[in-house]
């Protein structure tokens, strides 16, 4: 039987029939605001409440702002950092400044994806991790979309073979319809796609599941909320099982 990893995001488990396939790669794909980060992060949580070390792949935010933002969640991380069954791969600060000096993985040039594959395998066979998130995937071929489904296989290759699941986040603009170009979206295991719409003058939340290679899902676009404590989906709202 398929294994799953639970994502412990209220509703998301339901939506995908119990989990994420084990091993596979799924694109958190949707415009600016809509969540992807968040939910990014509450999936590394998650994983850490059930035993299963994480690892988080920072290109957008200093990895000191990463924590401090998992902390408005109540998801302090400092403590299984400690035990080191948490980690930052810092790929953002280009290892300038203090900070960068005293960290274990940092990542100097993101365009080198042999750079980043290397501190990424190094990180993960250290705090054995089960989970990966790589925060986005945008950044490492924004500026040469030709590499892109290169990048994702190298990537995917790595990760899938160290046996980790793992969510890359993929930008994309208000008005796109894709999910991040065709190299990248044929060469994952699956679809999150998250959505801000206006409706009677308010923002609405709401996500599908596109694909998800290796079981079945809801076919249905699901409301959610960002709470206090992270992001609550509603399976049923979006008629499932009615
Ligand atoms: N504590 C909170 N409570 C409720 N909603 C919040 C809270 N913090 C942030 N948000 C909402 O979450 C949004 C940001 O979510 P997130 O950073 O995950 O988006 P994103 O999809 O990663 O965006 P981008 O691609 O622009 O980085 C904010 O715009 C805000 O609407």
Known sequence: MIKRVKTGIPGMDEILHGGIPERNIVLISGGPGTGKTIFSQQFIWNGLQMGEPGIYVALEEHPVQVKKNMEVFGWNVDPFEKEGKFAIVDAFTGGIGEYAEKEKYVVRDIDDVRELAEVLKRAVRETQAKRVVIDSVTTLYITKPAMARSIIFQLKRILSGLGCTSLFVSQVSVT?????????????????????????????????????????????????EITDKGIVIYPSEGGEGR
């Open 176 to 224: 796109e319809k894709g999910f991040g170009g065709p190299g990248v979206e044929h060469g994952v295991d699956g679809i999150i796609r998250l959505d801000l719409d206006e409706i009677d003058g308010e923002l609405k939340r709401s996500l599908i599941v596109w694909k998800m290679r290796g079981t079945s899902h809801s076919m249905r676009r699901h409301p959610f």
